[in-house]
C-alpha cells in the first residue's frame, strides 16, 4: 500500500506543473496585462468609428493627407539624424577608452555617461537657453541669431544626439574589449596596426555598433520631450495634440502607426546585427592591443575635453547660470517639494517593482530557445518603443473606469503602472544576458539535491545577477524619475511629479525657477549613478 501511495504522490507531482513555470507564466501574464493590453486595447479603439462599426478612417488620412507625409518624413530625419550624430561621436571615444593611452579613463567612462542619464528634455531646455531668443548668445551679441536654428529639426538632432552618444561609447568599447587580442597580434605579423584595426577589430564590433545605431533610432523618433519643447511636429508631439485637444483615442493611436512600423523594422535589423553568441561572449582574457596614438596623443586628449566641455559641463553650468544663485534653488525647491518628493518615492517604488517582474522575464527570455528567444526580444524593443504619449493614452482607457479600475486610476498607482508599463522589457533586456551567465548546470544540482526553484532563484541564481540586477535599478529608478509623456497624461491632479511639473512651468513661471528645479533633476539622477559606480568598482575589487 506504502508504494502505491508513493507512485501515486510522484505521478501527482509529475503531472502539476513545475513551480519555476507557474512563476514563470504569471510573470508573462502580467508583462501581458501591463505592457501589452494598453496598446491593444488603443489599436483596437482604432479601428472602430463614431458609429461602433468596423472602420479603417482613422488610417485613411496617413495615406493621403500631405501633413502626415511630412511627420513621417520628420520623424524618420530625427531618429536617423540622431542615430548617426550620436554613433559618429560615440563610436571612435568607445575605441579610446577601451585602447587608447588617454589619462583618467574611469573618470572620462563616468563622466560621459552623465548626458544619457539626464532627461532628455532638460538638456533641451540648456539648449534653449543658450541659443534661444533671450539665450545666453542673444544677450552676448544683443541680438537674436541662433532661436531659428535652436527651435528647429537640426536642434533636435543635436539634443538628442548628445543624450544618446554614451550608448555607443559603451557599446563599442564592450565590443572592442571582446574582441581576441591573439587575432590582432597574429594580423600585424603580416601587416601594420591601421590595416589591422580595419581588417580584423573594426569587422568584428560593426554589427554591435550597427545594432546600437538602430537602437538610438529607435529611441529617438520615440522621443516627447525634445521634440515638444523644441517645436519640432513629428508623429509623438502629434498624438499627444490629437489627443490632448480632440480626445480622440483613435485618431492618436493610427498617428502611431508609421512609428511603430519603423521601430519593428529597426528591432528586426538590430536582432539580424547581433545574435546570441555576440550579446554573451565573455570579456577576452587575451587583451587587444593598446593603441599608442602618438603625435595624434594631445590632440584627441583636447578634443575628448571638448566634447566633455560640449556634452556634460556647458548643459549643466548654463542651467546653474539661468537658476542665478543657490537661494533661488532651494526657493524652488521648497515651492516644489511635493512633486520632488512624488518622484523620489514613486521612481523609487516604481524601479524596485519593475526590476521584480523582470528579473522573472529575463530568466524566461535567457533561457529560452532561440527562435522564442528572438519573438521575445523583438516584444521587449517594440513595447519599450512604443511612444510614451500613446502609453498614457492606452491607460487612460484601460483604467478610467468605475470600481476599483477607477479608484486605482484617482491614485499615484497609476504613475507606478505607466512606470511597468514603459521600463519592464528594457530592464528585461538588460537581465536576460546576466540569466545567460549563470550556469544551467548550479540550477540542475539544486535540484537534485531537493530544492524547489524558488529557493534554487533566492539562493543560487540572483546572487550571481547582482551587478545586472543593480544595473536594472539604477537604469529602471532614472527613467522613471525622468519620464514625461505618459505621466503628463495619467497623473491624478494634486499628484504631479518632478518631470511634470518643470513641463507645465515652462511657459509660465520665471526661467530661472524652471532651469533650478531641471538642475535638480539631473543632479538627483547621478546619485544612483554614483552609487552604482561604487558598487561595480568594489565588486571588481572583491573578485
Same mark, same amino acid.
Given at each position: 500500500?506504502?508504494?502505491?501511495?508513493?507512485?501515486?504522490?510522484?505521478?501527482?507531482?509529475?503531472?502539476?506543473? /513545475?513551480? %519555476?513555470?507557474?512563476?514563470?507564466?504569471?510573470?508573462?501574464?502580467?508583462?501581458?496585462?501591463?505592457?501589452?493590453?494598453?496598446?491593444?486595447?488603443?489599436?483596437?479603439?482604432?479601428?472602430?468609428?463614431?458609429?461602433?462599426?468596423?472602420?479603417?478612417?482613422?488610417?485613411?488620412?496617413?495615406?493621403?493627407?500631405?501633413?502626415?507625409?511630412?511627420?513621417?518624413?520628420?520623424?524618420?530625419?530625427?531618429?536617423?539624424? @540622431?542615430?548617426?550624430?550620436?554613433?559618429?561621436?560615440?563610436?571612435?571615444? &568607445?575605441?579610446?577608452?577601451?585602447?587608447?593611452?588617454?589619462?583618467?579613463?574611469?573618470?572620462? %567612462?563616468?563622466?560621459?555617461?552623465?548626458?544619457?542619464?539626464?532627461?532628455?528634455?532638460?538638456?533641451?531646455?540648456?539648449?534653449?537657453?543658450?541659443?534661444?531668443?533671450?539665450?545666453?548668445?542673444?544677450?552676448?551679441?544683443?541680438?537674436?541669431?541662433?532661436?531659428?536654428?535652436?527651435?528647429?529639426?537640426?536642434?533636435?538632432? $543635436?539634443?538628442?544626439?548628445?543624450?544618446?552618444?554614451?550608448?555607443?561609447?559603451?557599446?563599442?568599447?564592450?565590443?572592442?574589449?571582446?574582441?581576441?587580442?591573439?587575432?590582432?597580434?597574429?594580423?600585424?605579423?603580416?601587416?601594420?596596426?591601421?590595416?589591422?584595426?580595419?581588417?580584423?577589430?573594426?569587422?568584428?564590433?560593426?554589427?554591435?555598433?550597427?545594432?546600437? @545605431?538602430?537602437?538610438?533610432?529607435?529611441?529617438?523618433?520615440?522621443?516627447?520631450? #525634445?521634440?515638444?519643447?523644441?517645436?519640432?511636429?513629428?508623429?509623438? @508631439?502629434?498624438?499627444?495634440? $490629437?489627443?490632448?485637444?480632440?480626445?480622440?483615442? &483613435?485618431?492618436?493611436?493610427?498617428?502611431?502607426?508609421?512609428?511603430?512600423?519603423?521601430?519593428?523594422?529597426?528591432?528586426?535589423?538590430?536582432?539580424?546585427?547581433?545574435?546570441?553568441?555576440?550579446?554573451?561572449?565573455?570579456?577576452?582574457?587575451?587583451?587587444?592591443?593598446?593603441?599608442?596614438?602618438?603625435?595624434?596623443?594631445?590632440?584627441?586628449?583636447?578634443?575628448?575635453?571638448?566634447?566633455?566641455?560640449?556634452?556634460?559641463?556647458?548643459?549643466?553650468?548654463?542651467?546653474?547660470?539661468?537658476?542665478?544663485?543657490?537661494?533661488?534653488?532651494?526657493?524652488?525647491?521648497?515651492?516644489?517639494?511635493? $512633486?520632488?518628493?512624488? /518622484?523620489?518615492?514613486?521612481?523609487?517604488?516604481?524601479?524596485?517593482?519593475? #526590476?521584480?517582474?523582470a528579473v522573472l522575464l529575463g530568466y524566461f527570455r535567457g533561457r529560452a530557445q532561440s527562435r522564442l528567444a528572438v519573438i521575445a526580444?523583438?516584444?521587449?524593443?517594440?513595447?519599450?518603443?512604443v511612444p510614451s504619449t500613446v502609453v498614457g493614452i492606452g491607460l487612460i482607457g484601460l483604467?478610467?473606469?468605475?470600481?476599483?479600475?477607477?479608484?486605482?486610476?484617482?491614485?499615484?498607482?497609476?504613475?507606478?503602472?505607466?512606470?511597468? @508599463?514603459?521600463?519592464?522589457?528594457?530592464?528585461?533586456?538588460?537581465?536576460?544576458?546576466?540569466?545567460?551567465?549563470?550556469?544551467?548546470?548550479?540550477?540542475?544540482?539544486?535540484?537534485?539535491?531537493?530544492?524547489?526553484?524558488?529557493?534554487?532563484?533566492?539562493?543560487?541564481?540572483?546572487?550571481?545577477?547582482?551587478?545586472?540586477? $543593480?544595473?536594472?535599478?539604477?537604469?529602471?529608478?532614472?527613467?522613471?524619475?525622468?519620464?514625461?509623456?505618459?505621466?503628463?497624461?495619467?497623473?491624478?491632479?494634486?499628484?504631479?511629479?518632478?518631470?511634470? %511639473?518643470?513641463?507645465?512651468?515652462?511657459?509660465?513661471?520665471?526661467?530661472?525657477?524652471?532651469?533650478?528645479?531641471?538642475?535638480?533633476?539631473?543632479?538627483?539622477?547621478? #546619485?544612483?549613478?554614483?552609487?552604482?559606480?561604487?558598487?561595480?568598482?568594489?565588486?571588481?575589487?572583491?573578485?
Open positions: 500500500m506504502g508504494k502505491i501511495t508513493h507512485t501515486i504522490r510522484l505521478l501527482w507531482a509529475h503531472m502539476l506543473p /513545475s513551480s %519555476r513555470n507557474v512563476i514563470i507564466s504569471i510573470a508573462v501574464g502580467l508583462f501581458i496585462g501591463l505592457c501589452v493590453m494598453p496598446f491593444a486595447y488603443m489599436f483596437g479603439l482604432s479601428l472602430i468609428d463614431s458609429d461602433g462599426n468596423l472602420s479603417l478612417s482613422n488610417y485613411s488620412h496617413l495615406i493621403w493627407e500631405p501633413r502626415q507625409h511630412g511627420l513621417l518624413i520628420s520623424s524618420t530625419l530625427l531618429g536617423a539624424g @540622431t542615430a548617426i550624430l550620436a554613433t559618429a561621436i560615440g563610436a571612435p571615444l &568607445g575605441l579610446l577608452l577601451a585602447r587608447a593611452d588617454l589619462p583618467a579613463k574611469g573618470l572620462l %567612462r563616468f563622466a560621459f555617461i552623465i548626458p544619457l542619464v539626464i532627461p532628455t528634455y532638460v538638456l533641451a531646455l540648456a539648449w534653449v537657453y543658450i541659443g534661444g531668443p533671450a539665450g545666453i548668445i542673444s544677450q552676448v551679441i544683443g541680438r537674436d541669431l541662433f532661436s531659428g536654428w535652436t527651435y528647429s529639426l537640426s536642434g533636435a538632432i $543635436a539634443v538628442l544626439g548628445v543624450a544618446y552618444f554614451p550608448l555607443s561609447m559603451l557599446a563599442t568599447e564592450a565590443a572592442i574589449r571582446r574582441v581576441d587580442g591573439r587575432l590582432e597580434e597574429a594580423a600585424l605579423l603580416v601587416t601594420g596596426m591601421r590595416r589591422m584595426l580595419w581588417r580584423i577589430t573594426f569587422p568584428l564590433v560593426a554589427p554591435i555598433v550597427a545594432a546600437t @545605431t538602430l537602437i538610438i533610432f529607435v529611441l529617438a523618433i520615440s522621443e516627447f520631450g #525634445v521634440p515638444s519643447l523644441l517645436r519640432v511636429p513629428v508623429f509623438t @508631439t502629434e498624438v499627444f495634440t $490629437a489627443f490632448a485637444s480632440l480626445y480622440d483615442f &483613435g485618431a492618436a493611436t493610427s498617428l502611431a502607426t508609421p512609428l511603430l512600423i519603423l521601430v519593428i523594422i529597426a528591432a528586426i535589423l538590430s536582432r539580424l546585427a547581433i545574435s546570441d553568441r555576440d550579446l554573451t561572449t565573455h570579456r577576452s582574457l587575451h587583451e587587444g592591443l593598446p593603441l599608442k596614438l602618438g603625435r595624434l596623443r594631445i590632440p584627441a586628449i583636447v578634443s575628448v575635453g571638448l566634447l566633455l566641455v560640449l556634452s556634460v559641463l556647458l548643459p549643466l553650468t548654463v542651467l546653474g547660470f539661468e537658476a542665478g544663485s543657490i537661494e533661488r534653488v532651494m526657493v524652488a525647491a521648497r515651492s516644489s517639494s511635493v $512633486a520632488i518628493m512624488n /518622484s523620489i518615492v514613486l521612481a523609487s517604488v516604481g524601479a524596485l517593482l519593475v #526590476v521584480a517582474l526580444d523583438l516584444i521587449f524593443i517594440v513595447i519599450f518603443a483604467w478610467n473606469r468605475s470600481g476599483i479600475l477607477g479608484q486605482i486610476y484617482t491614485s499615484p498607482a497609476i504613475i507606478v503602472i505607466s512606470y511597468l @508599463t514603459r521600463f519592464v522589457p528594457v530592464a528585461a533586456l538588460i537581465l536576460a544576458p546576466s540569466v545567460r551567465q549563470v550556469p544551467v548546470t548550479s540550477e540542475e544540482a539544486a535540484s537534485l539535491a531537493g530544492a524547489n526553484w524558488p529557493r534554487t532563484l533566492r539562493h543560487i541564481v540572483l546572487p550571481q545577477m547582482r551587478v545586472g540586477i $543593480a544595473a536594472a535599478l539604477v537604469v529602471a529608478f532614472i527613467f522613471a524619475f525622468g519620464e514625461l509623456g505618459a505621466t503628463v497624461l495619467v497623473a491624478p491632479p494634486g499628484e504631479s511629479t518632478l518631470p511634470v %511639473r518643470v513641463y507645465t512651468l515652462i511657459a509660465n513661471a520665471p526661467s530661472a525657477e524652471v532651469a533650478a528645479l531641471a538642475l535638480m533633476q539631473a543632479c538627483i539622477v547621478l #546619485v544612483p549613478l554614483a552609487l552604482f559606480s561604487i558598487f561595480v568598482r568594489h565588486k571588481r575589487r572583491s573578485l
